[in-house]
């Protein structure tokens, strides 16, 4: 309990700290956006540490606790002056006391429930544990890999770098600050979509659209968003025989080969990963796409304007250093939004000062995050078009993406109907007919190319709808958020990403992963403001079927939740705690004991033999490196191939330091890679027996239930096998 207050007590922090700065960002926006200011304010805080320690800051406690004193600073500067009074807003003040209530309860109930799965093991969770390590413990940025000596980590770490700040700021141990970090990025991602679609509706509200309950449509959009399984997966918990055997896995392997996540799943597994830190950032990105595609451009002649360009560039750009497939996603939305908002009448004279906004806030974007740029080589070469071999015939496409985003596709079909309700001329008919004549061919052909040319239509049809002169800017929006949805699903069908599986059954798989996931972020969203103005789309009899449907679509899915959650906790049976490092002392006490000696006694960058096997190894392979950040000679090697990294003879030189019994030879191994401690406890010696020369090299410095640490002196010379980078994979 007193890590769970301090955390809550940080992010209060920052939430107090982040409402004078969101109400001068978003301050255009109906609510002024206060649901966003705590992850504003985490945003903030996190690149300032982060810019500083790139450019040469130590990174450390201090650097961390001065910029929480600045970021307080400013915050208290920026609520002291204001620019004009402003009228009394009633939906503000609901708006932010619900997001509050909200925030509270979705973090202790995420707490409690995590508590019962509370191993920071398996999947990717060591990944994420030793990214955020990572970033606490090295003196600048980028950090150094610690599943690589001599490396820098060479992918996309500003996500875990957050997550690393507030266990900095809050002193818990790490593992319990993973599930706590886990917890809050749930909480917040849960208020960022209620402030998102609560301050739509409301927009839309206020420009004459017929909307009941702006808050209603916060609070669906919570449960689309950040509640709901797909259709799969609450068909399969209804008919369940027991919830503790229920295969909460499998919703989330739709189509063949490849991952089809969506955000409850991400919660049930409980990976920091970073398509998950990066949803509460991506509506905070979106907010800003929302008021640019409201009322243009920021006005200039106030403060406020360089502000909201500011907070707006660094939102669109950070996506890229936290996941980079987020960042093409809202640029192109920003861009977009705003090529529409032009067409509007409201545009005007400014449409010249509209464009070289968007162009700036792009471009400051990736100047702020410039230092990451320089520094990560992305392991893809480019984009390709799929291959026909790995495309679903039309009928499989069709049942896939019902059972995936079947819910959401529903609230979208009747503002679809209201649009086509709304056609009268002939010719727009029979460009109708035309295009449903092109996507019945193309479902006849052999390329498996109906499904993208439905998808294709339905974009174009948004993009139609958000340019009709008749609609007033919130429906503008809507519809363009609803096109680049389309896209991102179109885009899963026609391209795919030249990354390491390119070539192999795989090839699919992380685009359609990470551009669905997109397209269910947006596609909630969409859906929620869409229900609230149920009455803008059909007449009575229409709308009750489609709230009906929804309804009962809405329910089936909500089953995932409750039998995923129970089957993943195996019955709320092993917990509560916090702990992430429990499985380890059950089986390896004195492997916990030596972590924490090794956090306390030795620096940052001290180099840590342990032994080696294979990813995601059930039997701790990387255990220490991951737990306290210190790099080893060699941890998942999969993962670092993956990044671009040559791992030379390093397996086999780990093995010979274990096994053999020549100190010389030991000792110039251990030169090579300057190692200056080495752990041997269970798992190093079921894998390579006693060692011998390690023991005669150094000496012994820690000894515990079977655990041992030997110390050994490092040459200060440089590391005789320097780093080498990699070209991209682009075969198989």
């Not at 790139?54 to 500067?77: I, M, Q, T, Y």
């Not at 800017?473 to 179109?490: K, Y």
């Amino acid at each position: 309990m007193t890590q769970t207050l301090r955390f809550l007590l940080a992010l209060e922090g920052l939430g107090l700290a982040g409402l004078p700065l969101a109400s001068r960002a978003l301050g255009r926006l109906p609510g002024a956006g206060l649901g966003l200011a705590r992850i504003l304010a985490w945003l903030l805080l996190a690149w300032l540490v982060w810019i500083a320690g790139s450019l040469g800051v130590p990174n450390g406690a201090a650097l961390a606790v001065g910029a929480a004193a600045a970021l307080a600073a400013a915050a208290v500067a920026v609520h002291r002056r204001r620019e004009g009074a402003s009228a009394p807003d009633p939906f503000r003040r609901r708006l932010w006391i619900w997001s509050e209530i909200l925030f509270v309860v979705a973090f202790l109930a995420a707490v409690v429930v995590g508590s019962y799965s509370a191993d920071v093991w398996g999947t990717e969770k060591p990944m994420d544990m030793m990214l955020a390590n990572a970033t606490l413990t090295s003196d600048a940025f980028p950090p150094h890999d610690p599943w690589l000596s001599g490396a820098d980590v060479n992918y996309y770490y500003l996500g875990q770098h957050m997550v690393a700040l507030m266990i900095r700021l809050t002193g818990v141990e790490p593992t319990q600050g993973y599930n706590l970090a886990l917890a809050a990025i749930f909480a917040v991602t849960v208020t960022a979509a209620f402030t998102v679609a609560a301050t739509i509706a409301e927009a839309a509200r206020r420009q004459g659209l017929p909307v009941r309950r702006p808050l209603g449509a916060g609070a669906a959009c919570v449960a689309l968003l950040a509640l709901m399984g797909n259709l799969r997966g609450g068909w399969a918990a209804l008919h369940a025989d027991k919830l503790t055997t229920f295969d909460w896995f499998a919703p989330s392997r739709v189509i063949a080969n490849t991952i089809n996540e969506f955000p409850f799943f991400s919660w049930t597994v409980g990976d920091l990963h970073a398509h998950v830190i990066a949803i509460p950032l991506s509506l905070l990105a979106l907010a800003f796409v929302v008021q640019a595609g409201l009322g243009g451009p920021p006005p200039f002649v106030r403060v406020s304007g360089w502000w909201e360009t500011f907070c707006a560039a660094l939102s669109v750009g950070w996506l890229y250093a936290v996941n980079s497939w987020s960042w093409p996603v809202m640029a192109g939305l920003l861009v977009l939004t705003v090529a529409v908002w032009i067409t509007s009448p409201d545009a005007s004279r400014r449409r010249t000062r509209a464009v070289a906004w968007t162009i700036g806030v792009l471009v400051l974007g990736a100047v702020l995050v410039l230092p990451f740029v320089v520094s990560f080589e992305p392991n893809a070469g480019g984009v390709g078009l799929t291959r026909q071999a790995q495309r679903e015939s039309f009928a499989a496409f069709v049942k896939h993406h019902l059972v995936i985003e079947g819910v959401l596709l529903w609230l979208l079909l009747a503002p679809l109907l209201a649009r086509l309700r709304g056609l009268r001329h002939p010719l727009r008919w029979l460009v109708w007919g035309a295009g449903s004549l092109v996507v019945g061919l193309l479902s006849l052909a052999p390329e498996r190319l109906a499904g993208a040319g439905i998808l294709a239509v339905l974009v174009v049809v948004a993009l139609v709808a958000a340019l009709a002169g008749r609609l007033r800017n919130a429906e503008r929006v809507l519809w363009v958020i609803a096109a680049t949805a389309l896209a991102c699903l179109f885009g899963a069908e026609v391209g795919v990403v030249k990354d390491e599986f390119l070539g192999g059954p795989y090839e699919r798989m992380n685009t359609v992963f990470k551009l669905g996931y997109q397209a269910w972020i947006l596609l909630a969203v969409f859906g929620a403001v869409a229900l609230s103005a149920a009455r803008a789309w059909l007449p009575l009899v229409p709308r009750l079927v489609w709230l009906v449907g929804a309804a009962g679509l809405i329910g089936v899915s909500l089953a995932y939740p409750v039998a995923g959650t129970y089957a993943r906790k195996a019955g709320f049976t092993d917990g509560p705690r916090l702990d992430g490092r429990h499985w380890l002392a059950s089986t390896a006490p004195g492997d916990v004991a030596a972590i924490d000696w090794i956090r306390a006694h030795t620096p940052g960058d001290a180099v840590v033999l342990e032994a080696v096997g294979d990813d995601y190894s059930p039997f701790g392979n990387a255990r220490v490196s991951t737990y306290t950040g210190r790099p080893t000679v060699l941890g998942w090697q999969g993962h670092e191939l993956q990044w671009n990294h040559r791992l030379g003879d390093r397996r086999a030189d780990v093995e010979t330091l274990y096994k053999t019994p020549d100190a010389l030879l030991a000792r110039t191994l251990l030169d090579r890679y300057r190692v200056a401690f080495a752990v041997v406890g269970p798992l190093e010696r079921t894998t390579y027996g006693a060692p011998v020369a390690l023991a005669r090299a150094g000496r012994e410095v820690f000894a515990r239930d079977g655990t041992a640490i030997y110390a050994f002196t490092v040459d200060k010379a440089p590391p005789g096998k320097p780093i080498e980078h990699r070209p991209p994979v682009l075969g198989g």
